[in-house]
């Protein structure tokens, strides 16, 4: 595997952060729509939405392990 560098890590995980987003966004899509939806179409919809979060959220606490907070911000630095 290639590495990555600390800018190609930031514009994966917001890329990760933004479908993390899209994703519940979906799940809340669902659960408005529970009339038109089979109970078990339902089940197996949230199931998938939940196991491809779980994915992202893996690949998110990765690079947040990987990465160091090399931008310490300035507000932080005053407290």
Same mark, same amino acid.
């Given at each position: 595997?290639?590495?990555?560098?600390?800018v190609t890590l930031r514009q994966r995980k917001s890329e990760i952060e933004i479908?993390?987003?899209y994703l519940e966004n979906q799940?809340? &899509?669902m659960e408005d729509n529970l009339r038109w939806v089979g109970k078990a179409a339902y089940q197996s919809r949230?199931?998938?939405l939940n196991e491809i979060a779980?994915?992202?959220r893996a690949e998110l606490a &990765?690079?947040?392990r990987?990465?160091?907070?090399?931008e310490p911000r300035?507000?932080?630095k005053s407290r």
């Open positions: 595997m290639q590495a990555k560098t600390p479908t993390l987003r799940r809340h &899509e949230v199931a998938f779980g994915w992202y &990765e690079i947040n990987t990465t160091p907070d090399s300035s507000s932080d």
